[in-house]
C-alpha cells in the first residue's frame, strides 16, 4: 500500500486481517504496489535492500547478516529533532513493545545526523526511551551511505519529481516494513495511530507469508 493509499485510510476503521493473500511489492520512490507472488523467479530479481555497514548504540557493527532471516520495521531521526522525531520513536516503541517476545520482528532506526549522533549520544537517548538493544538498533556511521540507503534503497522521502543532493537534509515521518528476503512490503505514517495499527497487521500478515 503506497503512503497516499495509507493516509485514505486514516479515518476508516482498521480491520483485524490484512485483506489480500499477501502485501504488495514496492521498488521506488512512486511506491506503486507489484503483486507479486512471493518465491517466484520474479520475486527473487526485484529490488532489495542494499548491504550496509553501519553502528549501532552498543557500538556493534550492524549489516544485512543482522538482519538476516528476520522482518524488520525501519525509519530515519535524528535525536535532538524537537518536532516530529518524538513521536516517531514513541511509535516505535509501541511496535517494540507489541512484537517485544517475537523474534522474526527487529526495528532499525537511522540518525540522519551521524555527526552528532554518536554511538554514546545514541546509547543515552535508547536508554531514555527503553530501548531494548536486541531488539532495536539505532544506527549511525558515514553520512552519504545512511542518506544513499534513504533515497536510493528505502525511498523514504517519497517526494517525487524532486531531486535532493546529500547536502539537502533528509527528514520524513515514513516508516518501512522490510521481509526477510530484504524486499520493501509497505510505507507508513509514523505519527499516525492508524497507520501504525495497520502496520502492526501487516506485519502478522507478513509472518503468515513466510
Known sequence: MGCKEQVKKEDKAVEDTSRVDYLP???DES???YWIIPGSEEERNFHKIADF???NQLGDTITQHTFANKIYITDFFFTTCPGICPKMTGNMAK???????DNDILLLSHSVMPSVDTVSILKSYALQNNVIDSKWHLATGDRNEIYALGREQYFVENDLGEIKSNDDFLHTENFLLIDKN???RGIYNGLNRA???QLIIDVKALKEES
Open 195 to 197: 497507520s501504525i495499527a
Open 182 to 184: 530484504k524486499h520493501i
Open 53 to 55: 555497514k553501519l553502528l
Open 25 to 27: 511489492f514496492y521498488k
Open 31 to 33: 511506491f506503486t504496489p
Open 95 to 101: 511496535l517494540q513493545e507489541e512484537f517485544k517476545q
